[in-house]
C-alpha cells in the first residue's frame, strides 16, 4: 500500500511538472469595436480554451511619408483608444485572460506599415516624436493594468532600418515604466533582422509564412511547407536564447491559404474551409509542442462571436468555422 501510495504521488508530481513545461500562449487578436466589452463577448474566448488576448488600441497616419500619428481621439471606435483598451483589459481580466497589449498604426487605405519611411531629417525626427507618445501612453497603460506582455510596435522594418539607435532608445525609456515583458511584432520576412532582440524578451513573429502552393493543400503538404522555416526560426531562438512568440499567426477560409498568407485581397472570393483547417493544423503540428516556442495569437478574433465569421465567410478570423474546433481542441493540450 505505502509503494501504491509513492507511486500515486511520483505519477501527479510528474504530471503536474509536465504540464508545467508546455503550457503555452494560446491567445486571439482581439478586434477593437465601436462598444465596450461585456462578459459575454468574451466567454466565446474562454470556450476556445484561450488564456491570452492581444489588445490593440490603434493610431492613424494619413500615408508612407506622413510624420503625424494620431491616436487616442473621440474620432476612433472605443475598443481603439486608451480608455476603450483599459475597458477590454478589465473585463477580459475578470474572465482570467490574461494580456498582450499591442497598439498598432493603421496607415490610410491599408498601406503596409513595414513602407513607412520619411523623407528626410526633419521628418524623421517628427515621427520619432510622435510615435514616442503614442506608444508610450501605452506603456504607461500596460503598468498601470500590469498586462503580461507589452508589444513595442508592429511591423515596421524601414523605420527600424533607419533608426535603429532611436528604437534602442524608446526599448530603454518603456523599460523605465514597465516592468513586465516585452516583444515587437515583426513580419514574416522582417525578423531575421531586427537588431534589438537581445533587448526584449521574446521574440516576436507575425508567422505568414508561405507553407504550400496548393488551391486545397492537406496538412502534409503544409508540414513539408514548414521544414524551409522552421530551422531559421529556431536558429533565431538559439542565437538570442528567447523563445518564439507568434505575435500573429492564422489563414483565410479560401482557396491557397498557404501560398500567400499574409494577403487580404479582395479577389481572393472562394471559400475553403478545408484550406484553412489544414494549414493551422500543421503550424500547430509543428510548433506547439517546441520547448523554445512560447505560442501565439491567432489573428484575428471579433467581440460579437455570433454575428461574424462562418461558413461562407473568406476572412481570417476563426469564428464559428470548422477551425474553430481545431483551436479549441489544441489550445486545451496546453
Known amino acids: 500500500m505505502k509503494l501504491f501510495k509513492?507511486?500515486?504521488?511520483?505519477?501527479?508530481?510528474?504530471?503536474?511538472a509536465c504540464s508545467s513545461q508546455i503550457e503555452k500562449i494560446n491567445g486571439v487578436s482581439f478586434v477593437a469595436s465601436r462598444e465596450a466589452l461585456k462578459k459575454v463577448h468574451v466567454k466565446?474566448?474562454?470556450?476556445?480554451n484561450a488564456n491570452y488576448a492581444a489588445v490593440m488600441p490603434f493610431?492613424?497616419?494619413?500615408?508612407?511619408?506622413?510624420?503625424?500619428?494620431?491616436?487616442?481621439?473621440?474620432?476612433?471606435?472605443?475598443?481603439?483608444?486608451?480608455?476603450?483598451?483599459?475597458q477590454y483589459i478589465e473585463v477580459l481580466r475578470e474572465q482570467q485572460i490574461k494580456i498582450m497589449l499591442k497598439p498598432q498604426i493603421w496607415v490610410w487605405h491599408g498601406e503596409f506599415t513595414g513602407y513607412?519611411?520619411?523623407?528626410d531629417e526633419t521628418n524623421w525626427k517628427l515621427l520619432e516624436d510622435s510615435y514616442t507618445s503614442f506608444i508610450m501612453e501605452y506603456a504607461l497603460l500596460a503598468q498601470e493594468v500590469n498586462a503580461e506582455i507589452f508589444c513595442i510596435g508592429t511591423e515596421l522594418e524601414k523605420f527600424i532600418v533607419n533608426r535603429p539607435k532611436y528604437w534602442n532608445n524608446l526599448i530603454a525609456k518603456i523599460k523605465n515604466i514597465y516592468k513586465g515583458k516585452l516583444t515587437y511584432a515583426a513580419n514574416w520576412d522582417?525578423?531575421?533582422?531586427?537588431?534589438?532582440?537581445?533587448?526584449?524578451?521574446?521574440?516576436?513573429?507575425d508567422a505568414y509564412f508561405p507553407v504550400s502552393e496548393s488551391k486545397t493543400p492537406t496538412v502534409e503538404d503544409c508540414l513539408n511547407?514548414?521544414?524551409?522555416?522552421?530551422?531559421?526560426?529556431?536558429?533565431?531562438?538559439?542565437?538570442f536564447k528567447?523563445?518564439?512568440?507568434?505575435?500573429?499567426?492564422?489563414?483565410r477560409s479560401v482557396d491557397y491559404a498557404g501560398k500567400e498568407p499574409w494577403k487580404s485581397d479582395r479577389s481572393m472570393n472562394q471559400v475553403n474551409l478545408e484550406a484553412q483547417t489544414n494549414t493551422t493544423k500543421a503550424l500547430f503540428e509543428t510548433f506547439w509542442n517546441e520547448d523554445w516556442f512560447a505560442g501565439g495569437f491567432v489573428w484575428k478574433w471579433f467581440v460579437n462571436h455570433n454575428?461574424?465569421?462562418?461558413?461562407?465567410n473568406t476572412q481570417f478570423t476563426p469564428q464559428n468555422k470548422p477551425v474553430e474546433t481545431v483551436l479549441r481542441e489544441q489550445f486545451i493540450k496546453f
Open 6 to 16: 509513492l507511486l500515486i504521488v511520483f505519477f501527479i508530481l510528474s504530471f503536474q
Open 44 to 48: 466565446p474566448v474562454t470556450s476556445v
Open 59 to 86: 493610431g492613424f497616419i494619413k500615408n508612407l511619408n506622413h510624420p503625424e500619428i494620431v491616436h487616442n481621439t473621440d474620432r476612433q471606435w472605443f475598443g481603439e483608444t486608451r480608455a476603450g483598451a483599459k
Open 116 to 119: 513607412i519611411e520619411m523623407k
Open 190 to 205: 522582417e525578423f531575421k533582422r531586427t537588431p534589438f532582440w537581445s533587448d526584449l524578451d521574446f521574440i516576436g513573429v
Open 225 to 239: 511547407g514548414w521544414k524551409e522555416h522552421k530551422p531559421v526560426i529556431k536558429a533565431l531562438s538559439s542565437t
Open 242 to 251: 528567447k523563445p518564439i512568440l507568434f505575435t500573429e499567426f492564422g489563414y
Open 307 to 312: 454575428k461574424v465569421g462562418g461558413l461562407d
